[in-house]
Nanobody, 125 residues
Framework: QVQLAESGGGLVQAGGSLRLSCAAS????????MGWFRQAPGKEREFVAA????????WYADSVKARFTISRDNAKNTVYLQIYSLKPEDTAVYYC??????????????????WGQGTQVTVSS
């Protein structure tokens, strides 16, 4: 089992940047695919980005591909989401999640077994 804790959210003006972090407990962090999802008020939780166990493969939702970068540091048990050129529509609670899937990168919520509590990102126009 792995426990996840996000940080780095906040209130940012449109056009600004943020780096979200997700710290994981346990000694098996490098065995998990890690993903980021977000949920805006009144909307479903949606996939944002994911990264393979080694960090060699990444996957992004089309809506964020040009502005978001996911990375991980297995020595620090941490996954990051760098967000550039923030837009008001990026306002949401951002969640990190861990998947036990091997040989692929899931992009649906059901592919992830463990979730953090989320961190709020608010973008003002």
């Amino acid at each position: 089992q792995v426990q996840l804790a996000e940080s780095g959210g906040g209130l940012v003006q449109a056009g600004g940047s943020l780096r979200l972090s997700c710290a994981a407990s346990g000694r098996t962090f490098s065995s998990y695919v890690m993903g980021w999802f977000r949920q805006a008020p009144g909307k479903e939780r949606e996939f944002v980005a994911a990264i393979s166990q080694s960090g060699g493969s990444t996957w992004y939702a089309d809506s964020v591909k040009a502005r978001f970068t996911i990375s991980r540091d297995n020595a620090k048990n941490t996954v990051y989401l760098q967000i550039y050129s923030l837009k008001p529509e990026d306002t949401a609670v951002y969640y990190c999640a861990a998947s036990r899937v091997v040989g692929g990168i899931p992009t649906s919520k059901g592919g992830y077994a463990y979730w953090g509590q989320g961190t709020q990102v608010t973008v003002s126009s």
